[in-house]
């Protein structure tokens, strides 16, 4: 399978615990991305990668979020502390970095997140 | 103002019909435009991308883009009820790379 992958599919936690996702890119994509989705809604923009920069962070993104990208490869979101509010999809995309214009983003399953 | 906005919906029509699904956007210079379709508990699926005024057609969907009103759609032609999906309008605004999505209108195909 060459596209996005998530793991884990399906996250339920207790408020106030931490929890990590991980996302495997399309093997030749440079540029990974973090959204979050809640029901009803359209996927809001979290944070993106270009190789293992970290180029940009939306004001959604409050200090108990982390993520990371080593090596430029696979990416984790990090919750921490998590709340009730933090109950989404999270969805991860990738892209292959060209004119900015033309540039495509394929996402992933996504991982639910069930706070309790 | 939201960035980007489309009507919920749903938009219910009957299979065979066209169904016009419409997004208007709040960044005058934005350069690209997306429509994603997502199916229930699925993820964005990229169907049609635009960069420049006018219609562009792929298959049974035709993409429409007006920068002076600020207006992108998109055109369903033989609607078939593995259609009924949200479809979600997402743009790209000036110097950024990330996209930005509407709140997605959602289709309902009726056999």
């Known amino acids: 399978d060459t596209g996005v992958s998530q793991d884990p599919r399906h996250k339920i936690t207790k408020r106030g615990q931490n929890v990590t996702f991980r996302c495997d890119p399309i093997?030749?994509?440079?540029?990974l991305y973090w959204y979050r989705q809640t029901l009803g809604q359209g996927p809001e923009f979290l944070t993106y990668?270009?190789?293992?920069?970290?180029?940009?962070k939306s004001r959604l993104l409050s200090d108990r979020f982390s993520a990371e990208r080593p090596k430029g490869s696979f990416s984790t979101l990090e919750i921490q502390r998590t709340e009730q509010g933090d109950s989404a999809m999270y969805l991860c995309?990738?892209?292959?970095?060209?004119?900015?214009?033309?540039?495509?983003?394929?996402f992933g399953s996504g991982t639910q997140l069930s706070v309790l | 103002q939201k960035e980007v906005e489309q009507n919920s919906g749903p938009l219910s029509v009957p299979e065979g019909a066209i169904a016009s699904l419409n997004c208007t956007y709040s960044?005058?210079?934005?350069?690209?435009f997306f429509w994603y379709r997502q199916y229930s508990g699925k993820s964005p699926e990229l169907i049609m991308s635009?960069?420049?005024?006018g219609d562009k057609e792929d298959g049974r969907f035709t993409a429409q883009l007006n920068k002076a009103s600020q207006y992108v759609s998109l055109l369903i032609r033989d609607s078939q009820p593995s259609d009924s999906a949200t479809y979600l309008c997402?743009?790209?605004?000036?110097?950024?790379?990330?996209?930005?999505f509407g709140s997605g209108t959602r289709l309902q195909v009726q056999p």
């Open positions: 995309a990738s892209s292959l970095s060209v004119v900015a214009t033309n540039e495509k983003l394929f």
């Open positions: 093997s030749e994509h440079n540029r």
């Open positions: 990668f270009q190789n293992e920069a970290q180029l940009e």
């Open positions: 960044d005058r210079v934005s350069q690209s």
């Open positions: 635009i960069y420049s005024n």
């Open positions: 997402a743009v790209r605004g000036t110097g950024r790379r990330a996209l930005t």
